[in-house]
């Protein structure tokens, strides 16, 4: 059994990985969110692992202290999943079961989509496929998204997010049910490394970025009521466009961080689906 942390390279930036299960266990790798690191991923990861899973966990792009490079562009969605496929080749997996959360949620509909041949299924918590977001956008998603449009703005968004210390930061993702929120504030009070992770949002607006398309390996997409970033309107259209076995489960009453909050639900709800 296997629990600590490695390290890889890609397009020469370093990157931290958490490392949980058995060495031979079935290779999942997990994917997380703004403004987290591999850690929120340790309450699913450990029930994962006592199941059998091998999980690692990356800090990406902008997270890890050794990636975070100053261009928006170095955002783009094709090279955050070339990271992740990097990740699975210095491991030697051919084929991996993929899991994601918020941002990380967003790379692993855009790699399942794109790279079949190497996800083998794939579970999202909270996010919906971007198209489906995209069209949700029209229904009421605009308002819950308002602060996409502020995190474009230069310099402004990571003064705030870093003011005080990284004390407000911590009051803006508390508010929205957040449990590591103080690690948020701590995260984000880092100037370098508050405009790296912001600078995902940004990567939005390159006319030449790459989009996800259907996908086509069994995926599971596990949304939550009281998500007040994500609405009904997008999660309910995600499964248009999934062309493989599709699971859609809904948690009543969790808040958008599902990894913290509902740990024992979604490890097991994966475990369901990539057993299936």
């Known amino acids: 059994m296997t629990a600590g942390s490695i390290q890889y390279i890609n397009e020469g930036l370093t990157f931290e990985v958490r490392d949980w299960g058995p060495a031979d266990g079935r290779p999942l790798i ?47 969605m094709d090279r955050l999943a070339g990271d992740v496929l990097a990740l699975a080749d210095t491991a030697g997996w051919e084929r991996f ?17 794109r790279f079949p041949d190497r996800v083998r299924t794939v579970s999202v918590a909270s996010t919906p496929h971007p198209a489906a977001f995209a ?6 998603q605009a308002l819950r998204s308002w602060y996409m449009a502020v995190f474009q703005l230069p310099w402004f968004p990571e003064t705030l997010l870093g003011a005080r210390g990284g004390a407000v930061a911590p009051r803006v993702f508390g508010s929205s049910g957040a449990k590591d929120a103080q690690e948020m504030g701590r995260l984000l009070s880092d100037r370098r490394t508050a405009t790296a992770t912001i600078n ?12 996800a398309g259907r996908v086509r ?36 009453g969790a808040s958008h961080w599902l990894p913290d909050e509902r740990p024992e639900e979604l490890a097991q709800a994966i475990l369901t689906h990539v057993a299936r």
């Open 30 to 76: 997990a994917l997380h969110g703004f403004p987290q690191t591999a850690s929120s991923w340790r309450p699913v990861a450990t029930r994962l692992a006592a199941a059998g899973v091998r999980v690692l966990a990356p800090d990406q792009r902008g997270y890890s202290p050794g990636a975070r490079p100053s261009q928006v562009a170095a955002y783009r």
């Open 97 to 113: 079961d993929l899991v994601g959360h918020d941002w990380g949620g967003a790379v692993a509909w855009y790699l399942a989509s």
């Open 135 to 140: 069209k949700a956008l029209r229904h009421g």
């Open 200 to 211: 995902w949002y940004r990567a939005i607006r390159l006319t030449n970025a790459p989009a």
């Open 217 to 252: 390996v069994p995926s599971l997409y596990v949304w939550s009521t009281g998500d007040s970033a994500l609405g009904r309107v997008a999660a309910e259209l995600t499964g248009d466009y999934i062309d493989a076995d599709y699971t859609f489960l809904v948690l009543d």
